[in-house]
């Protein structure tokens, strides 16, 4: 699904990414975790092509798409929920949802409002509401939203849970196990390592824009040390 190797990235002249791979198997949920500042965030930037890469390569189900322009990585399929969370608060949950609606990829089973609606019942209730008077939560479950009505083939979230109380927290685990279980690719940068180790299938962590260790979540539970130092939790 996506492959991602030896890749190096900059923010000017300040070099953050030296050593970045990992891969994302059809229907896996993958995790990046890593202490802040450790580039999680830049590497999800580099791949959807908002920053470009100095060297290395990113595979798109099979497609080069090292160089390839945001707008592109979006079209050939990979939705993003950014760390920044952003909705178009003048327009209701409904338009907003709407707005970036695409089934170009011809997915079975396409997003529609209404699986949406069922994803997320508070975004039914509120679907006539203006965006911007929706609380930090909903906004986010409305990211998800939208970002899914795009049919993804690869989802990636950047810390979706960062922030939120507990119980919208519970929400949006449960709406990613229910996405798994339909066979939806994921990519998750979080920082609750417990439900990450029973949700995803493999793990990489990040250590100064260097990918430092893989594995699966029973590696995982073995080198808790490992975890400890590297993410810090
Ligand atoms: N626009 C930018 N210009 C210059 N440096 C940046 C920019 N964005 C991030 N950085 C720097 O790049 C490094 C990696 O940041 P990044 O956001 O990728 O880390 P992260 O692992 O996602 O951490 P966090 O959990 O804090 O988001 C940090 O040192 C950060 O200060």
Redesign the pocket.
Known sequence: MLSVEGLQAA??A?R?LFDVALEIGEGQVVTLL?R????????VRTIMGLLPAQSGKVQLRGRDVTAAAPEKVARLGVGLVP?SRQVFPTLTVRENLVATASNRLKRNNPWTLQRVYEMFPRLRERAGQSSGTLSGGEQQMLVIGRALMTNPHLLILD?ATEGLAPVIRREIWQCLERLKAEGQSILL?DKNVEVLKRLADHHYV?EKGRTVWSGTSADLERDSELVHRHVGI
Request: glycine residues 24%.
């Open positions: 923010y000017g300040s953050i890593g802040n500042g450790m580039g999680k965030t830049t590497t760390e810390e940068i990040l």
